[in-house]
Each structure stands twice: as structure tokens, then as C-alpha cells.
Nanobody, 123 residues
């Protein structure tokens, strides 16, 4: 599986961005797709996940109600719509894929990663 993340940029606090993660290489019917982020000097942290087959989602408490993860099976693409952005959302955002639906919040359980896209939120 190859993942290509895009859509990052500079936005003012309160603004919105939509990240995309295009997947290729094999079928994804059993995969869980996740978004993670890593701020400077901090560990990579879970943001949200979605399952390819059923579309079930999970979110970190810090982004609930502001971020929405979705997928387009026809395009093999996962999105992260980010609204009401805050300066503390500033980070490199990574998409990732895993075959198992357990421990979806743990980065080390993911099988492959995209290259990351930088999101900067100014105050």
C-alpha cells in the first residue's frame, strides 16, 4: 500500500482545511485508515480513524466536533475535514493504514504511512 497525503497549509485560527490521503497498491476492503499528527518536540498522536468497509469512525477527544474523517471508496481516498482550527492543531499530519481493527489509536500498530503534510494554524 502506498499513501500520499496532501492539503496542508497555513490557516488562521478558526479557519478550515481539508486533508486528503490517496491510497494505491492493493485492495483496501479490510483496512483501517488513520490520521495522526506530530507537533515539534512531541510524540505522534492519534487524530481519527475510519474503516474502509463499514465507515466506522473514531476521534481523539481533542478534535471531536471539529474534525471529520471520511472516505471515497471509488477514489481510494480518505479525507480529514478540519474546522475551527486552533494554534494547538499545528503539526505534521500523517495518514496511515492497518489491516487489523484493534488498537487503532496506537501509531506503532500501523503497517504503512504517508509522507506527512504540514498544517500551521496562526493565532
Amino acid at each position: 500500500v502506498q499513501l500520499q497525503a496532501s492539503g496542508g497549509g497555513l490557516v488562521q485560527a478558526g479557519g478550515s482545511l481539508r486533508l486528503s490521503c490517496a491510497a494505491s497498491g492493493r485492495t483496501f476492503g479490510s483496512y483501517v485508515m488513520g490520521w495522526f499528527r506530530q507537533a515539534p518536540g512531541k510524540e505522534r498522536e492519534f487524530v481519527a480513524t475510519v474503516t474502509w468497509s463499514g465507515g466506522s469512525t473514531t476521534y481523539a477527544d481533542s478534535v471531536k466536533g471539529r474534525f471529520t474523517i471520511s472516505k471515497d471508496n471509488a477514489k481510494n481516498t480518505v479525507y480529514l475535514q478540519m474546522n475551527s482550527l486552533k494554534p494547538e492543531d499545528t503539526a505534521v499530519y500523517y495518514c496511515a493504514a492497518k489491516y487489523s481493527a484493534i488498537e487503532v489509536k496506537r501509531p506503532l500498530t500501523y503497517d504503512c504511512w504517508g509522507q506527512g503534510t504540514l498544517v500551521t494554524v496562526s493565532s
